[in-house]
């Protein structure tokens, strides 16, 4: 079946600018994760989905930063006022996790979507 | 607070030698590990897990990691490496509580002829 996909794959921007990213898990999982890479660094958790509800949203830099997602399926990341250090690859991954049920489960990957900030 | 780390941010080896990528893990309570690996241009994925069952895990494309509580470590190896192997490999940690992942800064593996 079809994995996480996630667009743009690639995203550049003018500072100051807002800019909203994609995924699309894989279907029937309740479980969404954003995360983000930037060059050099291990990936650093944004915010976490269980439906269409975030329990953890922890990990959000700023309040630039928001997400949502809608029909316990698409998700996407919104960044306004763009600054450079922005500039990351935005990795979003599901599960099959659910509700109550302790973790350990294996997280699908999407490919990414590089933001670049000029 | 949990945490990761991987001692070497790049590690070097031949074809045909063993190869062993460190990782040692913080966490207050009994934590869930992985193994992720990114290959250029694509999405990370999924090596091999401990849940808590046998402390050494087999995962994909003949890659193992021993979990061993007593140093807090889940070190990765492969008796004998590949050019294909040539890739960053990532080490996390999630609690019991949910799968959210702790993932340390990443080892580059380089494999040389």
């Known amino acids: 079946g079809a994995g996480v996909s996630q667009s743009p794959s690639n995203k550049v921007t003018e500072k100051g600018k807002d800019v909203e990213l994609r995924c699309d898990p894989i279907s029937g999982h309740t479980a969404l994760y954003w995360y983000r890479q930037r060059l050099g660094q291990g990936l650093e958790f944004l915010i976490y989905?269980?439906?269409?509800?975030?329990?953890?949203k922890s990990g959000l830099p700023s309040d630039r930063f928001s997400a949502e997602r809608t029909g316990e399926s698409v998700s996407t990341l919104t960044i306004q006022r763009t600054q450079q250090e922005d500039s990351a690859v935005y990795l979003c991954a599901s599960s099959e996790e659910g509700r109550g049920l302790a973790g350990g489960y294996e997280q699908y990957f999407g490919p990414g979507t590089r933001l670049t900030v000029t | 607070a949990q945490s990761v780390t991987q001692l070497g941010s790049h590690v070097s080896v031949s074809e045909g030698a063993l190869v062993l990528l460190r990782c040692n893990y913080s966490?207050?309570?009994?934590?869930?590990l992985f193994w992720y690996v990114q290959y250029p241009n694509q999405g990370l994925q999924l090596l091999l897990k401990?849940?808590?069952?046998?402390?050494l895990v087999k995962g994909i494309n003949g890659f193992e990691a021993e979990f061993k509580k007593s140093e807090t470590s889940f070190h990765l190896t492969k008796p004998s490496a590949h050019m294909r192997d040539a890739a960053e490999y990532f080490c996390a940690v999630s609690d019991r509580g949910y799968s959210t992942l702790t993932f340390g800064k990443g080892t580059m593996l380089l494999v040389s002829p």
């Open positions: 401990y849940t808590s069952a046998a402390t």
């Open positions: 966490s207050s309570v009994p934590p869930y």
């Open positions: 989905f269980q439906g269409n509800s975030a329990p953890d």
